[in-house]
T-cell receptor, first 118, second 113 residues
Framework: DAGVIQSPRHEVTEMGQEVTLRCKPISGHNSLFWYRQTMMRGLELLIY????????DSGMPEDRFSAKMPNASFSTLKIQPSEPRDSAVYFC????????????????FGAGSRLTVL | AQKITQTQPGMFVQEKEAVTLDCTYD???????LFWYKQPSSGEMIFLIYQGSYDQQNATEGRYSLNFQKARKSANLVISASQLGDSAMYFC??????????FGTGTRLTVIP
């Protein structure tokens, strides 16, 4: 099992540029999560998909952020236009959710994408 | 709404000693899950242990155990026989009603040789 694969691992861009982060979840997992980690705010949930459908996007900071999951094996998080305050590590995680009351919905995280916006 | 609180920004422990990392939570959901993750300096998030709200016994995984006190709404992580490789950030997390996962602010553990 290759685990959750994220790309790019590191991205340095200039303010105003579009940034696209990519994630391939573990095969067979039906839930996918995007988190952002900063020193100031810790780990924040941005958006969560179940069976490719966005369930909770209340954590998406603003309209500059968008996320898609066109199929079960791929998701993107896009920032357009990027700003210096978007600099953070962005994690993608996936899990297999059996049902709504399932307890041990253990998330497996990717290695993260470190974004620096100058 | 769910809330996770980790009040220890940093902890030190002597190698081979045990250490307890604190975590308290608040939720109105009758069914919930509590998780601990480790984040070493390399940055990856590693799942350690899980406790369900209806589990009768405290969870254990090797040197990790979870001291679950439901009435006090606490889910402390106990690491026995600390090793130098245990030095890392440790995050407590809770599964929300929508099956997403909310994290605390973390505790940085340093194991002293």
């Amino acid at each position: 099992d290759a685990g959750v694969i994220q790309s790019p691992r590191h991205e340095v861009t200039e303010m105003g540029q579009e940034v696209t982060l990519r994630c391939k979840p573990i095969s067979g997992h039906n839930s996918l999560f995007w988190y952002r980690q900063t020193m100031m705010r810790g780990l924040e949930l941005l958006i969560y998909f179940n069976n490719n459908v966005p369930i909770d996007d209340s954590g998406m900071p603003e309209d500059r952020f968008s996320a898609k999951m066109p199929n079960a094996s791929f998701s993107t998080l896009k920032i357009q236009p990027s700003e210096p305050r978007d600099s953070a590590v962005y994690f993608c995680a996936s899990s297999f959710l059996r049902d709504a009351s399932s307890g041990a919905n253990v998330l497996t995280f990717g290695a993260g994408s470190r974004l620096t916006v100058l | 709404a769910q809330k996770i609180t980790q009040t220890q920004p940093g902890m030190f422990v002597q190698e081979k000693e045990a250490v307890t990392l604190d975590c308290t939570y608040d939720t109105s959901d009758p069914s919930y899950g509590l998780f601990w993750y480790k984040q070493p300096s390399s940055g990856e998030m590693i799942f350690l242990i899980y406790q369900g709200s209806y589990d009768q016994q405290n969870a254990t995984e090797g040197r990790y155990s979870l001291n679950f006190q439901k009435a006090r709404k606490s889910a402390n992580l106990v690491i026995s026989a600390s090793q130098l490789g245990d030095s890392a950030m440790y995050f407590c997390a809770m599964r929300g009603g929508a099956n997403n996962l909310f994290f605390g602010t973390g505790t940085r553990l340093t194991v002293i040789p």
